[in-house]
């Protein structure tokens, strides 16, 4: 079993900056990719970015250069910039087994970006 503890979501205004963690522990194993998926109200949960254990990166075009995701070893960080309204939701972080596709999630963590 994995488990994944988030921390770092908050209130925000239009245009400021948070920076999401989250530490995996348990059973993991060296290959997996680590992401930040979110939830906002009514709407689908959604990938906003991912990050291997090569650090090989990949984001959801409505993040782009202002987001950026990194990881040291089994903790992943989320850097949000520029922050807009439609960033508000839940964010989730996730990490996905390669082995065997199994997926862990963490509890989430509130991001209200307010204008």
């Known amino acids: 079993q994995v488990q994944l503890v988030e921390s770092g979501g908050g209130m925000v205004q239009v245009g400021g900056s948070l920076r999401l963690s989250c530490t995996a522990s348990?059973?993991?194993?060296?290959?997996?990719?680590m992401g930040w998926f979110r939830q906002a109200p009514g709407k689908e949960r959604e990938n906003v970015a991912r990050?291997?254990?090569?650090?090989y990166t990949s984001y959801n075009e409505d993040v782009k250069g202002r987001f950026t995701i990194s990881r040291d070893k089994n903790t992943v960080f989320l850097q949000m910039n520029n922050l807009k309204s439609e960033d508000t939701g839940v964010y989730y972080c996730?990490?996905?087994?390669?082995?065997?596709?199994?997926?862990?999630w963490g509890q989430g963590t509130q991001v209200t970006v307010s204008s």
């Open positions: 996730n990490l996905r087994d390669v082995y065997d596709n199994t997926k862990y």
């Open positions: 348990g059973s993991i194993r060296s290959i997996n990719v």
């Open positions: 990050i291997n254990e090569n650090h």
